[in-house]
């Protein structure tokens, strides 16, 4: 089965700092990974995707890499504030079309 | 344009009963897909539907059913339910559902409780 893991559930970062999170893949490499946003008692908001073929991607202080030999895509909040508290979801294409396996994400929390 | 709608918001059944979820996709939207969301499994795919049709299925088992209508509104029925099917019900539409990637708008979920 195509899994997909995000290794930490929780990640505490002071306001201003750079905050890294990391998704790891087995098996066959995705065509694509995407990042997605979840606030409590909200459905995901898509943020980025990056296809296999890409390493990098950016909008606005969110930047995704996408690295095939290891396995592992970085997701990196540059300058986060406290607005960006919220669980962050990682999530792979598993088959055709809109089939898509999530992580179970990581729960990011910006301390002022 | 409006989001994706899901109706009911909160439910509660007991054990042995059926339930029944809605979703409205986004208009012009014409692929749907379920997801469960638990603490301790994440989101699961369920099935996704493109013109009436179910053309993606995850590893549920069959008390877990889904339809789409002509006009892309999707409904999934969950029979027989179980402690473990306590869970939130996510919907998420995309345009065209084409095999190449597509953004998904998730609704904001029916949160199922069963007793």
């Known amino acids: 089965s195509q899994k997909i893991e995000q290794n930490s559930e929780a990640l505490n970062i002071q306001e201003g700092k750079t905050a890294t999170l990391t998704c790891n893949y087995t098996?066959?490499?995705?065509?694509?990974l995407q990042w997605y946003r979840q606030d409590p008692g909200r459905g995901p908001v898509f943020l980025l995707l990056i296809r296999e073929n890409e390493k990098e991607k950016r909008k606005e202080r969110l930047k995704v890499t996408f690295d095939t030999t290891l396995k592992q895509s970085l997701f990196h909040i540059t300058a986060s504030q406290p607005a960006d508290s919220a669980t962050y979801l990682c999530a792979r294409n598993s088959g055709g079309y809109q089939k898509v396996t999530f992580g179970i994400g990581t729960k990011l929390q910006v301390i002022p | 344009k409006a989001g994706v709608t899901q109706t009911p918001r909160y439910l509660i059944k007991t054990r042995g009963q059926q339930v029944t979820l809605s979703c409205s996709p986004i208009s012009g939207h014409r692929s749907v897909s379920w997801y469960q969301q638990t603490p301790g499994q994440g989101l699961q795919f369920l099935f996704e539907y493109f013109s009436e049709t179910q053309r993606n299925k995850g590893n549920f088992p069959g008390r877990f059913s889904g339809r789409q209508f002509s006009n892309s509104r999707s409904e999934m029925n969950v029979s027989t339910l179980e402690l473990g099917d306590s869970a939130l019900y996510l919907c998420a539409s995309s345009h065209t559902g084409d095999i190449t990637p597509e953004t998904q708008y998730f609704g904001p979920g029916t949160r199922l409780l069963v007793l």
């Open positions: 098996n066959y490499s995705p065509a694509y």
